[in-house]
T-cell receptor, first 113, second 114 residues
Framework: NAGVTQTPKFRVLKTGQSMTLLCAQDMNHEYMYWYRQDPGMGLRLIHYSVGEGTTAKGEVPDGYNVSRLKKQNFLLGLESAAPSQTSVYFC????????????FGPGTRLTVL | AQKVTQAQTEISVVEKEDVTLDCVYETRDTTYYLFWYKQPPSGELVFLIR??????QNEISGRYSWNFQKSTSSFNFTITASQVVDSAVYFCALSGYRDDKIIFGKGTRLHILP
């Protein structure tokens, strides 16, 4: 089992460019999450999904869109990247929402110039 | 609203010393779950422990121990005889019953000095 994988691992964008981050999990988990991690801010939830075809906003959703067309994949899109979106992005999945721990991917380091 | 506070942003101790990482939480739920995660310098987040609100028994796993006290809304993490490999950022987290999300604290960066 690969667990949770993220593509790409690193990316540099120019302001205004768009990109999609891919998260894939092979644990048949229902719940998937996208976080961003910034220095001193901990992990902040961007969007999440409680099942295939569903998405919901987290704490900091502005400037991002997501899609969960397949149960195993959760895509995070930036339509027009801004320097404020420079961050490390983590994807996570869990079997259920509350008592099951979340399993994290290795992260994607994104720099927006 | 749920909240997790890790007041210690950064701690440095000398190897072999004991160190306690504090975690204070706020929730209106009577059933909830608490977690600790470790983020070593390599960057991945590693699950350490989950505790439900009905189980206040302290837990020990090797050099790690956790003290859960509902009376003070705290879930503290102690590393005994610290080692350099314990250097990491540690996150405390909270999830309410039937909640879709986990709320993370801002983390405590632990430096173990050789």
């Amino acid at each position: 089992n690969a667990g949770v994988t993220q593509t790409p691992k690193f990316r540099v964008l120019k302001t205004g460019q768009s990109m999609t981050l891919l998260c894939a999990q092979d644990m048949n988990h229902e719940y998937m999450y996208w976080y961003r991690q910034d220095p001193g801010m901990g992990l902040r939830l961007i969007h999440y999904s409680v099942g295939e075809g569903t998405t919901a906003k987290g704490e900091v959703p502005d400037g991002y869109n997501v899609s969960r067309l397949k149960k195993q994949n959760f895509l995070l899109g930036l339509e027009s990247a801004a320097p404020s979106q420079t961050s490390v992005y983590f994807c996570a999945s869990s079997g259920t929402s509350d008592y099951n721990e979340q399993f994290f991917g290795p992260g994607t380091r994104l720099t927006v110039l | 609203a749920q909240k997790v506070t890790q007041a210690q942003t950064e701690i440095s101790v000398v190897e072999k010393e004991d160190v306690t990482l504090d975690c204070v939480y706020e929730t209106r739920d009577t059933t909830y779950y608490l977690f600790w995660y470790k983020q070593p310098p390599s960057g991945e987040l590693v699950f350490l422990i989950r505790r439900n609100s009905f189980d206040e028994q302290n837990e020990i796993s090797g050099r790690y121990s956790w003290n859960f006290q509902k009376s003070t809304s705290s879930f503290n993490f102690t590393i005994t005889a610290s080692q350099v490999v314990d250097s990491a950022v540690y996150f405390c987290a909270l999830s309410g019953y039937r909640d879709d999300k986990i709320i993370f604290g801002k983390g405590t960066r632990l430096h173990i000095l050789p």
